[in-house]
Structures are given as C-alpha cells and as structure tokens.
C-alpha cells in the first residue's frame, strides 16, 4: 500500500477517533442497560445482545487499531531509522550506502535526496582527492625546491627537492621557523622583504649546508582575496650553470696565456732581427728556425683547439666501420719509425688475436694512438721500450700504450685528460706539446662509448689505456 504520510497519519488519527466513538457507545449502552429496567417495552434479552455486539464491535476496533498502528509507526519510523543509519556511515566516510526507495512518499522523497546528496557528496570529495594527488605528483616531480610558509614564516609544507636541498625531511621541517630550516640570513630577509613589499622578490642564495650549492631562490606572497596567507619559495639550483660559467671563463684565460706565448716569441726574435741580428747571419738563421718553430706550435694549439671544440659540442661526424686493428697499428709504426730511432726506442706489437677488430672512426682511432705514441716518445729516455697492446674482453676491445718513460707523479694522474694541464709545462711546452692531447684523446673515445684511465709508476713508465667496442666477427 503506497500511502503520503499524510494519509498515513490521517488514517491514524480516524481510527482513534473511531475507537474513541465505539468507547462511547459501549458506555452509552452500558448506561441505557442501567436505564433499561425504566424501559420495560424492551426485553432484557434484546440488551444483553445488543451489549455484546458492542463490547465485541468495540475489542475488534482497538485490535484492528492496535496493529495497523503498529503497521503505521513502522512505515514511518523504519525508513527514518535506515536514513539515520546510513548518514551515520556517511559521516565515517562510508560511501557504499545504498538506500531503498520504495515508499513514494515524504520518507521516500527523503531517502532519495539523501541518495542523491551522498553521490554529490561522493563525486565532490572524488574530485578534490584527484585534484589533491595531481598537485602531490607534480610537487614531488618537480626538480626545483618548494617551501611553503604561513605568514608567520613557519613552514606548513615542502616537497621533495627542497628536502634534498636543505638535507631535512619534510616532516622534520614542518611547523619550524623558516629560518631554522633554511640557515640564511640573505634568504629570511629575501622572504621578510616579499612579505612586506607583497610582491615577488628574486635572489641568488649560497647554501653551505649540506653541501655547497648555488640557487636562486624566489619568494612570492599567496593571495586570497586581500590578504597575504602565506608565502611560496621556489628554489632553482644553479650550481650547475655557475661551475660551467666558471670553466669558461678560467678556459678562455687558459686559452689566451698558452696563446700568447708562442707569440711574445716570435715578437721577441723578429724585432731582434729587426734591430740588426738580421746581419749575422747565423744568428739570424737560428732566430728565424725559433720564429718558425713556434708558428708551428701556434698553428697546432689552434688546431687541437678547434679540434676539442668540434669535439666537446659533438659535431664530430664519426664514420663508424668495423676494422682490424692490427694494420692500422703497423702503419702508424711505420709512419713513425724516422722518430723512434732518433729517441733510440723499440715499438712492440702486441695484439692478443692477429685479426683483431674494433668499431669506430679509424681517422680517430689513428688520432688517439698517435696521440699517446706521441707523448710516450716524449717522455720515454733513450734506450727505452713502447708497447702497444691490445686484448679482447668480451664485448669490449681493451687497447694499452705502455712506455719505460719517467712516469706521471700519482697526485697528476687524475688530471692529465684536463685542458691545458701539464706535469712540467715548461717542459711540455720545450717538446712541442700543447696540452690538449690527453683531453682529445678522452673526448674521441667517450665518443665511442668507450672509457679511458692512465696508470703511472714514477720513474719506471706509464700505462694509458682505453677501451672500444669489439668488432662485429665477419661471418
Ligand atoms: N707517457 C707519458 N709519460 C709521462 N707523462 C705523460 C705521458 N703522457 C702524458 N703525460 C703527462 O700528461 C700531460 C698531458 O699530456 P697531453 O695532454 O698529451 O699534453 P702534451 O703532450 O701536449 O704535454 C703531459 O704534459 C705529461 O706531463
Ligand atoms: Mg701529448
């Protein structure tokens, strides 16, 4: 039966009222049967009947009401208890409620509005929790530091980066001043200064702790309406970007001094020939042999610069081909036999399969063993031993320039493949070196994806090894 509560409780109220009139009529026949002896027209017997219909008429209404108004309630109060128990679970966060809706009425109207405001509801928080990790992802991906203030200068958040920036975890930070976190004077007046000029303040920050780091930092104050609630700080480190401005700068120094001085040679000895040695015959002779040395060695430093540069920015077009290796290490033997005799050295081959074969550009391969041939014939005294070798290791080919020579002390080993750096320079600078052989050297093998390392007895010879990748077997 689908009845309005209204109907309901109308239907309730008539039976009271139909019972409340029975209840009446049993007392007004109670009391005529107490009259009736003063109507003696009516037989005792017809009372007694009509007394009974009543009292019978009477217990069978208060029955019939009796449970239809339990029937009532509970149409009534179930659906209110089930609506109570579900916004009950609704306030634990439990969205699986699902209400019936099978009373059309108020109650019913009332448990599908409920339905309705817990989907709303369910949908809303949905979108909130999505938007909520988007923003998390996208704090923690971010590689620049993120710091968050209230506009009591605490911190309320911090993302990952900034974490590892001031070596503190989140949670450790959260709730501190910012400068308990941040330790910086520049910094703190940097976000002292946006919070009261209430615009964005940009400034570069060197941290010490917890490491040595250059960022920038920008403080911009929040907004909501028109108050200031808080302050964002991102951080970019610019460490990076300063240590390479640096080598710059210190590399075109470099550059300029191993410039100028072939030329403050050649300058010297033209004037001095300008100024008379030009008579002298001789002197002139030998004056013009030093002018013309030294052109060659300016003519060399710009090559292997360019060379470097074309390097250092990959333009380098390597010609990959698989070759032997064996015929390529003859030649460059051959090619440099006249110097090996006149430094009185012995050249030994010695590959570990006779047609061993690598992958790479063979110009530069030549470029690189000529390259550390040449400096072991430098630095090797008379009468000593080169060797060149080269072994299979799976994958890689594992190729060695050995020489007797003098040697590299150990604290110069990790930096001959530097620029420019020379255990003598004076010396170096004597037989013709220009400084950059060791760092073309590496650049052309990391080309190849290769690795290269030197190791160094002082006084008893030099190691200058390098790998590449082996040669496909010709099948
Ligand atoms: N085989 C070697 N024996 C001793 N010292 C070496 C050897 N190879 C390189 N070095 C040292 O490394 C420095 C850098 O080498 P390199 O870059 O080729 O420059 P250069 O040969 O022009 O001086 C050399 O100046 C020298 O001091
Ligand atoms: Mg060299």
């Known amino acids: 039966m689908r009845l309005s509560l209204r109907w309901k409780l109308t239907l309730s109220y008539l039976l009271v009222i139909s019972v409340l009139i029975l209840v009446l009529g049993g007392l007004l026949l109670h009391a005529w049967n107490v009259l009736g002896p003063m109507f003696p027209a009516v037989a005792p017997a017809v009372w007694r009947r009509l007394e009974l219909m009543l009292l019978t008429a009477v217990g069978l209404a208060v029955l019939v ?96 980066a900034a974490e590892k920036l001031f070596g503190l975890s989140a949670e450790a ?25 209430r615009c964005v303040v940009s400034r570069e920050v060197n941290l010490l702790y917890p490491e040595e780091r250059t960022v920038q930092a920008y403080v911009a104050p929040v907004w909501e309406t028109d108050e200031i609630t808080g302050l964002i700080v991102v951080f970019h480190d610019i460490t990076e970007l300063r240590r390479l401005e640096r080598l710059r700068t210190e590399f075109v120094a470099s550059v300029s001094h191993e410039l100028r001085t072939p030329l403050t040679a050649i300058r010297g000895f033209s004037e001095t020939l300008l100024n008379g040695a030009l008579e002298d015959r001789a002197a002139a002779e030998h ?155 590496k650049h052309i093998v990391e080309l190849h994806g290769g690795r290269v390392w030197a190791t160094s007895r002082l006084g008893k010879g030099t190691t200058i090894s390098f790998t590449l990748p082996a040669g496909k077997p010709l099948t």
């Open 65 to 160: 009401a009796f449970f239809l108004g339990v029937k009532l309630a509970s149409d009534i109060s179930n659906p209110l208890e089930e609506v109570t128990r579900a916004a009950r679970r609704l306030a634990q966060g439990d969205f699986s409620v699902h209400l019936r809706r099978e009373s059309r009425d108020e109650i019913g109207e009332l448990a599908a509005a409920f339905a309705h405001m817990s989907e709303t509801l369910k949908a809303k928080l949905e979108e909130i929790a999505a938007a909520k990790s988007r923003l998390e992802a996208v704090l923690r991906y971010t590689v620049s530091g993120l710091v968050l203030l209230d506009t009591r200068g605490r911190v309320m958040m911090m993302n990952p």
């Open 287 to 441: 004056f013009l042999r030093i002018i013309d040395d030294e052109a060659r060695r300016l003519s060399a430093l710009i090559d292997d610069l360019l060379d470097l540069s074309r390097l250092e920015l990959k333009r380098a077009n390597l010609n990959i081909v698989t070759f032997a290796l064996g015929p390529l290490v003859e030649s460059i033997a051959t090619s440099l036999k006249p110097r090996l005799e006149k430094a009185e050295l012995r050249l030994e081959i010695a590959l570990s399969e006779p047609d061993l074969s690598v992958q790479g550009d063979k110009d530069r391969i030549r470029q690189v063993l000529l390259n550390l041939l040449d400096n072991s014939i430098k630095y090797t005294p008379p009468g000593g031993r080169i060797t060149v070798r080269a072994v299979r290791q799976g994958e890689t080919v594992q190729v060695e320039v050995e020489d007797t020579g003098r040697g590299i002390p150990p604290e110069d080993l990790g930096r001959i493949f530097e620029r420019f750096y020379r255990v003598d320079k004076a010396r170096s600078r004597g037989d013709g070196g220009t400084g950059l052989g060791l760092a073309i050297v």
């Open 173 to 197: 930070a959260v709730g501190r001043h910012h400068i308990e976190v941040i330790r910086d004077y520049h910094l703190s007046a940097a976000i002292g200064e946006a919070k009261e000029k």
